[in-house]
């Protein structure tokens, strides 16, 4: 299962509350595992919601970008959970194809842009040194503004967070989510 075992039903009104103000208002899983095993610490489940909200609304970061460089995070991190989630929702809707989402895992070579290209080494460089050189936020630069730049370094030290707290709990893939590609 997990290593913390989710808040089980019946829950109480606060808890479903909680619960079910993650995700997108159109989607169409069980609330998450990994939402069901945070809201054992409300106070904590409602902080991190907040922020990872603030990335999905009012954002200027154009959605494929970001959902690259989420997919991109959770697969050098090998959080199946996350991915496995990311590319089943979000893909989709971001226009990122299932064989992209997969070769953000297995390296499998792709049609990316020159762009997306540089936008993927930028997350391996973030990953890598946890900081981008003068030359990776100029390449950036080309097609994403300073504002952009810095929702992008958020989204990705988000999702490394993220990740970590899936790796960390162990949690298994759910039955709707894409499960990890096989290089």
Same mark, same amino acid.
């Given at each position: 299962?997990?290593?913390?075992? +989710?808040?089980?039903? +019946? @829950? ?12 997108? +208002?159109?989607?169409?899983?069980? +609330? ?9 610490? &409300?106070? %904590? ?9 603030? %990335? ?5 970061? &154009? ?6 460089? #989420?997919?991109? #995070? ?17 893909? &989709? ?10 070769? %953000? ?6 049609? @990316? ?6 936008? #993927? ?10 900081? @981008? ?13 300073? !504002? ?5 370094? #958020? ?9 970590? %707290? ?5 949690? &298994?893939? !759910? ?9």
């Amino acid at each position: 299962m997990s290593r913390v075992a +989710p808040l089980a039903p +019946p @829950w109480s009104e606060q808890d479903a509350a909680g619960i079910n103000s993650w995700g997108h +208002p159109d989607r169409t899983y069980e +609330p998450l595992l990994l939402v069901r095993c945070l809201q054992r610490h &409300p106070a %904590l489940a409602a902080k991190l919601r907040t922020l990872g909200e603030a %990335l999905y609304l009012d954002t200027k970061l &154009p959605p494929r970008v970001r959902t690259i460089a #989420i997919l991109r #995070i959770c697969a050098l991190l090998g959080c199946a959970y996350e991915w496995g989630g990311q590319a089943a929702f979000w893909g &989709p809707i971001a226009g990122v194809s299932e064989d992209e989402c997969d070769a %953000l895992v297995t390296g499998a070579d792709t049609a @990316w842009s020159d762009d997306e290209r540089v936008l #993927i080494a930028a997350v391996d460089e973030l990953e890598r040194s946890g900081t @981008w050189t003068t030359s990776t936020w100029n390449a950036l630069g080309n097609r994403l503004s300073d !504002e952009q730049r810095m929702e992008l370094l #958020i989204a990705v030290g988000w999702y490394r967070t993220i990740c970590t %707290l899936c790796n960390g709990l162990d949690l &298994p893939v !759910e039955g709707w989510m894409r499960a990890w590609p096989q290089a």
